[in-house]
DNA sequence: CCTTGCCTGAGG
DNA sequence: CCTCAGGCAAGG
């Protein structure tokens, strides 16, 4: 998912079609279950529930099911707390048992599907839950520990997911316009905002402007309705799709024999700063906008 | 340095 | 309320 492929660049940070096909993917290994087992590494801040009380909240309650909103999963539990799970750049969920650990991965090419032992039982994996009369496990491995989970007690309300925007799925057109017209930052940074439209990072930011033909520095007032639509458009057709390919951009690793196993073929401004553009040919750029690389083509996008 | 999410402080 | 810079966390 990450880090794996050692000098790979592209950076395999789960957005909203990442973390969808891994919510499908571990889904049927959580719902109607009941948790045996709970294990994790020592407190951090990777656990905004202590651990202690993570393992005694959670040992003996049956997940009820498996939601998304934005970038977060949310674990349903049958005494109405919540378990929250986010990837952070380097998180991801892996189903394991003792006889075959198993990675929940995004590509048949990619290596940990040749190599799954390489991720059994390591220091970076932060939590696992075992199931009563289930042999897999759910593990949440996260090397930089930027992800996070936590608990929540039953009704309580969230300040993280309180504070995200609508799902980038979910939003209607006539809301999202609402939203990104009255606006005056850039379209950029509009859309990397979990508090206007929950999901969208970097990578789907850049390919989503790039396919609706607006500069990333486009003020959100200047958008004409029109134009907010076919944004919106973008946004929705291109996460549809990577959702569709199980979540490509998942990975940032270089294969064996030394491709990328077929990621960057759908990229069609990430991180091409310097290439030509696959419409026009003029040399894509990149800039800097809210501390974060921002690829675009200087003429198709205005 | 690079990524995300969160926070705070400085300005409009 | 809105915008944006800067810092933090973490590891390769």
């Not at 050692?6 to 109607?32: F, W, Y």
């Not at 049958?78 to 892996?94: E, I, K």
């Not at 929540?152 to 609402?178: E, N, T, Y």
């Amino acid at each position: 998912m990450t880090g794996l492929g050692g000098g790979a660049t592209v950076p395999g940070v789960p957005e909203l079609p990442e973390v969808e096909v891994t919510r499908r993917r571990v889904a049927p290994l959580l719902v109607d279950r009941e948790i045996a087992t709970v294990e994790t590494t020592k407190p951090s801040g990777f656990f905004l529930t202590p651990p202690a009380t993570l393992r005694r909240r959670l040992v003996g309650r049956r997940v009820t099911e498996l939601g998304r909103h934005g970038k977060y999963l949310i674990g349903g539990l049958d005494d109405g707390s919540r378990l929250l799970l986010h990837l952070g750049m380097t998180g991801q969920l892996v189903s394991a048992s003792a006889r075959s650990p198993r990675l929940f991965r995004v590509s048949d090419r990619h290596p940990m599907a040749t190599d799954p032992w390489r991720f059994a039982g390591d220091r970076h994996t932060h939590l696992r839950l075992g199931f009563r009369d289930l042999g897999e496990e759910v593990w949440f491995r996260d090397p930089r520990r930027f992800g996070r989970v936590e608990w929540l007690a039953p009704g309580a309300v969230s300040p993280r997911l309180a504070k995200l925007g609508l799902d980038a799925l979910v939003v209607d057109p006539a809301a999202f316009c609402a939203v990104i017209q009255r606006r005056r930052a850039p379209l950029k940074a509009l859309l990397l905002d979990q508090s206007l439209l929950a999901g969208v990072g970097n990578i789907y930011a850049d390919e989503a402007l790039f396919r609706a033909r607006l500069h990333p520095l486009r003020s959100g007032t200047q958008l004409s309705h029109p134009a907010a639509l076919a944004l919106l458009a973008s946004i929705q057709g291109i996460l549809l799709e990577a959702i569709d390919r199980g979540g490509t951009s998942i990975s940032d690793f270089v294969a064996p024999d030394g491709t990328d196993g077929g990621f960057s073929a759908n990229l069609r401004v990430y991180q091409r700063a310097g290439m030509p553009c696959l419409i026009c040919g003029t040399v894509l750029m990149r800039i800097v906008v809210r501390g974060r690389s921002t690829h675009f083509c200087p003429r198709c996008q205005r």
